[in-house]
């Protein structure tokens, strides 16, 4: 038995709440049944290769609903078999089996307040038809005939083997704080009016060398200034260094510099630091030029784009199948107009069909007007370029990766950043596999989404529904 095809290939189908699949389809693959965070039962399921065409999607191993194949083939149907392991579970089981005939209690009362003419409205009539809730419950339980004869019997309604009770705690100082919902937070701590955040601890992450706030039309002094470090916050702040670089391989090969070998990961480091010597170039007032190492440096020849795309992505005909081969490499570029040119350039050398998914733009009807509409007409916008936003003409091929723009399911790695590669196309979908996260080799659908860029300085509010992705790399400075 299959479920599906739902999520965003059939948006429409009966088990989509807000959205998203309430029986949570499709599943992920593993090799192993194993037990998730919430205590359920993640059954194996294994990639087989194997799928079934349901109407125009494939569907794998990921949309088998669970059987028991020993109870399918003695009763000749489908019975749901789960692991009870959580009170809800029991409760759901134990509700289906004891709750008999479907019936219902009703109660029909007039409600007749008016007073008649001439007279007073009296008070104990006025408040004659209030609902009185805990009447309701008490007069509407229904009990079936099979939870009553399990009641009278008194039969066991459940069984714990052994039994846990679970104990919560503190460490010192951490205890919880209970406080009424009128009570302000200057009440329950008077000492935190006079700190930083009330008092709450803040954990602030990331390479401030690295990741600058974005302030747009603005210089190297504005964009510093409006660091986390420049405010006056930054004295509160508690700053933990890390002492490994994570980012780099540990067997990286030293690098030289002015004739000594030095270690890749210390050079970086020096780099990030601003502690790496600098020289002068031609008439510069003071030294300002840092030395490239040989070993990283790649001579640009009679074409810079095809020496970078040879170094970067050699032998990309043969090994695009390859997982860590596409996951292991990327280029970044610091301007948009690069990003094309290079897409373009490694996309013509993988093989198969090029396909091409053009946007639909139009201008927002609800913050624009009629004359709007006939100032940027579709042809306008389909040439618009914006930062963070795909362009107009996106083009792929089954095995190139992509990059996703947009926060589609962060429980599920699919982020702005993630990198992902094309298995399937469809004239409205795209299935790709994960490269990168805690969902690495997870199968998933990209749909069509409505997006408008965050520039506020284009005239009207531009509307452009496309595949939230970019191919292979992105402008790493947005």
Not at 16 to 28: A, Q
Not at 313 to 339: K, S
């Amino acid at each position: 038995m299959m479920h599906g095809p739902c999520g965003s290939a059939n948006p429409k189908c009966p088990c989509m709440i807000r959205g998203r699949c309430s029986k949570y389809f499709p599943k992920s693959f593993t090799d192993n049944t194993v037990i998730d965070a919430d205590g359920y039962a993640q059954y194996r399921r294994r990639d087989d290769k194997q799928n079934v065409k349901c109407g125009k999607v494939f569907l794998d191993n990921r949309h088998v609903v669970p059987y028991h194949r020993g109870l399918l083939v003695k009763y000749q149907g489908h019975i749901n078999v789960e692991w009870c392991n959580r009170s809800l579970a029991i409760k759901y089981l134990f509700k289906y089996i004891g709750k008999g005939p479907d019936m219902a209690t009703i109660v029909l009362q007039r409600e007749d307040n008016q007073p008649t003419t001439g007279e007073l409205p009296s008070t104990s009539r006025a408040t004659a038809n209030e609902r009185d809730e805990v009447k309701t419950y008490v007069s509407c339980r229904y009990v079936s005939a099979a939870e009553a004869c399990w009641r009278l019997y008194d039969f066991p309604i459940h069984h714990r083997e052994p039994f846990v009770q679970r104990l919560y705690f503190h460490l010192e100082n951490e205890q919880e704080v209970r406080f009424r919902d009128d009570e302000t937070l200057p009440q329950v701590d008077p000492d935190a009016s006079s700190k930083s955040f009330g008092g709450v601890t803040i954990l602030l992450g990331g390479d401030f060398r690295q990741v600058l706030p974005v302030v747009p039309k603005k210089g190297r002094a504005d964009i510093v200034g409006a660091s986390i470090s420049k405010s006056s916050l930054w004295n509160d702040c508690t700053v933990f260094n890390l002492v490994e670089n994570m980012q780099i391989e540990k067997n990286v090969p030293a690098v030289t510099i002015d004739g000594r070998k030095v270690p890749f990961r210390d050079w970086v480091l020096a780099l990030g630091d601003g502690t790496e010597q600098t020289t002068n170039f031609d008439d510069d007032t003071e030294p300002s030029w840092i030395k490239i190492p040989a070993e990283v440096y790649l001579k640009p020849g009679d074409n810079p784009l095809q020496t970078m795309v040879n170094e970067i992505y050699a032998h990309l005909g043969e090994q695009h199948v390859q997982m860590e081969y596409i996951r292991d490499r990327a280029i970044l570029t610091p301007l948009n107009e690069y990003v094309e040119a290079v897409n373009n350039e490694v996309l013509h050398r993988l093989p198969g069909e090029l396909k091409i998914y053009r946007s639909y733009d139009s201008v927002c009807k609800s913050a624009s007007t009629a004359v709007d509409e006939v100032l940027y007409p579709p042809e306008y916008l389909n040439s618009l370029k914006f930062s963070g936003l795909p362009n107009h003409e996106l083009q792929v091929k089954v095995g190139s990766p992509i990059m996703l723009l947009r926060n589609l399911n962060p429980k599920k790695s699919l982020c702005n950043g993630t990198r992902l590669i094309v298995t399937r196309c469809y004239p409205f979908l795209v299935e790709t596999r994960i490269l990168t996260g805690t969902w690495i080799g997870d199968i998933t659908f990209i749909p069509r989404i409505n997006m408008s860029p965050a520039d506020k300085t284009f005239p009207a509010m531009v509307k452009r529904k496309q595949f939230p992705y970019n191919c292979l790399l992105r402008n790493d400075s947005e």
